[in-house]
């Protein structure tokens, strides 16, 4: 096909914009457009093309098979575009700068404490954290990595590394351990898992049941409030190990793993380079620097058992030239 023959990118853009947000009204306001320039922009490129794009639906639109495949296509290249835009010009300004979003417990409880560290082996490199979970739209964020629980269908366009293994086990006050074994104390879980302390009674048969199951909206609420002495919190590992290493918080029936992972995510390139690199790397680091802790025993606490947290294999991160 002749380059000539592509359709106008003006119309591309229009069209894409209209798929992703369902709306040419939508899609107008986010291109400063009219909506009728829209219309006829999509117009154009259907009888260019020669197949509808679009059908209607009730009062809206919905993708006709042709548009679903177009659309496909536009998103993995506007999204390497995207990508290819952002490196250049990161290259040019010799970026410095980071964007880390990071689910909100795991930043609160796990990556704020160790960031100082950070910062003071890498004083050159300004990083901004986010939070935030789920799918990341690394474009409209600026996002450069993410971290995330990979609970969710993982776009292909995205490049994953392993950073851990999910554990999970009840953290309570040292003085709530006889409670907890007798079977008189106040289960606390989050809404984010609603169904976790069934499964974890389920498998743990032996165990007492509480008297009373209450939601927090996070798993940090959780854990702050075991820690207030409000009752047994079910929470992941890496939220609660250093309380469980302090002493402050103990956990007699060890973590578990649910069989999910916490992974590092980043579009474009499959190898990180200059600043990516080494935020990346150092993240990698802290949590093998923890599994080694945990493989090598914590005295009492629990912390062994289960399959141990470790970074898992994945994508490669280049070391920058």
Not at 170 to 199: N, Q
Request: with cysteine; hydrophobic share 40%.
């Amino acid at each position: 096909m002749d380059r000539s023959d592509i359709p106008s990118l003006d119309d591309l853009r229009a069209f894409e914009a209209t798929a992703r947000l369902g709306s040419v009204r939508l899609a107008a306001d986010s291109l400063a457009l009219t909506h009728g320039a829209v219309s006829r922009r999509i117009t154009k490129l259907a009888n260019d093309i020669g197949v509808s794009l679009f059908e209607k639906n009730g009062r809206g639109l919905r993708l006709t098979p042709a548009g679903e495949t177009l659309n496909l296509t536009l998103g993995r290249f506007f999204s390497e575009l995207g990508a290819t835009v952002q490196s250049l010009r990161a290259t040019r300004a010799g970026k410095t700068a980071l964007v880390l979003s990071c689910e909100p417990s795991v930043a609160a409880r796990w990556l704020i404490p160790r960031l100082g560290a950070f910062q003071t082996a890498h004083p050159g490199i300004a990083l901004h954290l986010s939070v935030g979970g789920g799918l990341v739209d690394f474009r409209k964020n600026q996002v450069d990595l993410a971290i995330r629980r990979l609970d969710f269908a993982v776009p292909e366009a995205w490049n994953v590394r392993t950073l851990f293994a999910e554990r999970v086990g009840p953290v309570m006050r040292p003085e709530w351990v006889p409670k907890f074994e007798r079977g008189d104390y106040l289960a606390l879980g989050s809404k984010t898992r609603p169904d976790a302390w069934a499964k974890w009674l389920k498998a743990h048969p032996s165990a007492r049941r509480p008297t009373e199951i209450r939601y927090y909206d996070h798993h940090s609420l959780i854990v702050e409030a075991a820690a207030a002495g409000l009752g047994v919190a079910l929470s992941p590992l890496v939220l609660v190990v250093d309380d469980v290493e302090r002493g402050s918080l103990a956990a007699p029936a060890g973590f578990d793993p649910d069989g999910s992972q916490y992974g590092l995510i980043w579009q474009g390139a499959t190898e990180l380079e200059g600043v990516e690199f080494e935020l990346a790397e150092w993240l990698l680091a802290q949590f093998s620097s923890l599994s080694s802790r945990l493989d090598g025993g914590s005295g009492g606490n629990g912390l062994r058992r289960g399959a141990a947290l470790a970074g898992g294999k994945g994508k490669r991160i280049r070391r920058p030239r």
